[in-house]
């Protein structure tokens, strides 16, 4: 059996009441998963269901009330400053927003050769791993001396990705890396990603609200509901035949090009809403 490069187990997240409402307010209620070198898992659900807090969660970003992480056989769950310095490394992540995740005052070569200068790369091999991440995502090497707004929305995360891969990371959290882009532009960074894990083996958690998306980048899914994973199996399963109620909404959710096809879905959609609110008024679990 191929040993799990994350493992996560029974994880819950908790978060303080704002205002004066007493006790704190529990995002994630004991999710489990698990991630394989060289693999994809997919989490996929609406805004809210906590899909981002465990990134955060595994970044060391959100506080842990119950459960593990151990990553490379490693319990990382409560891990320090020192003890996340060194996992950066191995252990990297792409923000949703191509806009704001990049310092705007800093030319892109400087952006990509600053995790090399944490980890105390020398100048030389700095200035070649540039030039080769550059060329690894597709920029043109003239790129160096650019700052972040004069690329466009697709080449910023371009750079992202290839500030994510400075350090060859083991894994990649990607939290909803394509939302803020056009499709055309979500299919050739969604191409870059698989390039990227077929030719340096590297694992992603890759966290989005669409199934498409899931579909084609993923080799096993996750689907949160309300902090809790509700289905868990194969991409290719999971996606086209789902068992969970919720999954199926989320499928149902996913546009389609053809308007007949878009509106029979759409009917089939509040088909399935009325059902669920008559089964929730006679107490009917479906």
């Given at each position: 059996?191929?040993?799990?490069?994350?493992?996560?187990?029974?994880?819950?997240?908790?978060?303080?009441?704002k205002?004066?409402?007493?006790?704190?307010?529990?995002?994630?209620?004991?999710?489990?998963?698990?991630?394989?070198?060289?693999?994809?898992?997919?989490?996929?659900?609406?805004?809210?269901?906590?899909?981002?807090?465990?990134?955060?969660?595994?970044?060391?970003?959100?506080?842990?009330?119950?459960?593990?992480?151990?990553?490379?056989?490693?319990?990382?769950?409560?891990?320090?400053?020192?003890?996340?310095?060194?996992?950066?490394?191995?252990?990297?992540?792409?923000?949703?927003?191509?806009?704001?995740?990049?310092?705007?005052?800093?030319?892109?070569?400087?952006?990509?050769?600053?995790?090399?200068?944490?980890?105390?790369?020398?100048?030389?091999?700095?200035?070649?791993?540039?030039?080769?991440?550059?060329?690894?995502?597709?920029?043109?090497?003239?790129?160096?001396?650019?700052?972040?707004?004069?690329?466009?929305?697709?080449?910023?995360?371009?750079?992202?990705?290839?500030?994510?891969?400075?350090?060859?990371?083991?894994?990649i959290?990607?939290?909803?890396?394509?939302?803020?882009?056009?499709?055309?532009?979500q299919?050739?960074?969604?191409?870059?990603?698989?390039?990227?894990?077929q030719?340096?083996?590297v694992?992603?958690?890759?966290?989005?609200?669409d199934?498409?998306?899931?579909?084609?980048?993923?080799?096993?899914?996750?689907?949160?509901?309300?902090?809790?994973?509700?289905?868990?199996?194969?991409?290719?399963?999971?996606?086209?035949?789902?068992?969970?109620?919720?999954?199926?909404?989320?499928?149902?959710?996913?546009?389609?090009?053809?308007?007949?096809?878009?509106?029979?879905?759409?009917?089939?959609?509040?088909?399935?809403?009325?059902?669920?609110?008559?089964?929730?008024?006679?107490?009917?679990?479906?």
């Amino acid at each position: 059996m191929t040993e799990k490069l994350l493992q996560v187990d029974d994880l819950a997240v908790a978060y303080p009441r704002k205002g004066f409402r007493r006790g704190p307010v529990e995002i994630l209620h004991g999710v489990s998963l698990d991630i394989e070198p060289g693999k994809t898992l997919g989490v996929v659900g609406e805004s809210g269901s906590g899909k981002t807090t465990i990134g955060r969660a595994i970044l060391g970003l959100a506080p842990i009330t119950r459960g593990t992480v151990t990553f490379g056989g490693v319990d990382i769950t409560h891990a320090g400053r020192r003890k996340r310095a060194e996992l950066a490394a191995d252990l990297q992540v792409v923000f949703q927003d191509p806009y704001s995740s990049l310092n705007p005052a800093m030319e892109i070569g400087q952006i990509l050769a600053e995790p090399l200068q944490v980890q105390k790369v020398g100048a030389k091999e700095s200035r070649a791993r540039v030039a080769e991440l550059l060329d690894r995502v597709g920029l043109p090497s003239n790129a160096i001396t650019r700052v972040p707004r004069e690329f466009s929305g697709g080449q910023r995360q371009r750079i992202a990705i290839a500030r994510a891969l400075a350090l060859r990371p083991k894994l990649i959290v990607c939290d909803e890396p394509v939302s803020a882009l056009d499709l055309t532009t979500q299919a050739r960074v969604l191409d870059l990603f698989l390039e990227i894990q077929q030719d340096l083996g590297v694992s992603y958690l890759f966290i989005s609200h669409d199934l498409d998306v899931i579909r084609h980048i993923s080799h096993d899914v996750a689907v949160l509901y309300r902090g809790d994973v509700v289905e868990r199996g194969e991409a290719a399963v999971v996606t086209t035949s789902p068992q969970h109620r919720y999954t199926r909404r989320l499928l149902l959710a996913s546009p389609l090009p053809d308007p007949d096809a878009q509106a029979e879905r759409r009917a089939l959609r509040g088909r399935m809403a009325a059902e669920e609110r008559v089964a929730a008024g006679s107490g009917v679990e479906r």
